[in-house]
């Protein structure tokens, strides 16, 4: 955390296990792109909703935004990697997704509930936390005001979708 109170992400934790991609995948990677990690749970009617949702705003903004799914399981019975992958894979998720068994990332940031998706500006600074289902447009429209801040590139492509 800054001095002025900003929180930055350097790097996810080494913790987290990518259970439908083949290496760990590093924020330096998505530098210049917009941020939304998906913190969910696979016995929530409401994360199963918001994962709906939140590939909506993926396909429309392809470009400029990238999604991370962040398992953090309820219940023990959850906590498999196998069972993450099924469920990630049920659900339709084409964006990378991670378990969190440990709750790692999710105390790191101060996560109460699931659904919670965090927005990260192309800088990895978090600009917004966001708990509960039903805040797609809630969610666009912060992501387009994050991409204002990001370098020219973005801003076209945000320009282009309008």
Known sequence: ???????????????????????????????????????????SIACEQQAQEL???????????????????????????????????RWHLRHPVANDREWVLWRQLGIQAWPTVVLLDHEARVVGIY???????ELERASRKSWTRQPRRIAEVMTQLR
Do not use: C
């Not at 080494?14 to 991609?21: G, K, M, Q, R």
């Not at 708990?131 to 447009?137: E, L, N, V």
């Open 1 to 43: 955390m800054s001095g002025s109170g900003e929180i930055y992400i350097a790097e996810l934790p080494s913790e987290l296990t990518w259970v439908n991609t083949d290496e760990r995948l590093h924020l330096t990677a998505l530098r210049g792109k917009a941020v939304l990690l998906n913190f969910w749970t696979g016995s």
């Open 131 to 137: 708990q509960g289902d039903g805040r797609k447009a």
């Open 55 to 89: 590939r909506q705003l993926e396909a429309k903004f392809h470009d400029g935004l990238a999604i991370l799914g962040i398992h953090t399981p309820k219940h023990p019975a959850e906590a498999e990697d196998d069972s993450v992958l099924k469920m990630a894979n």
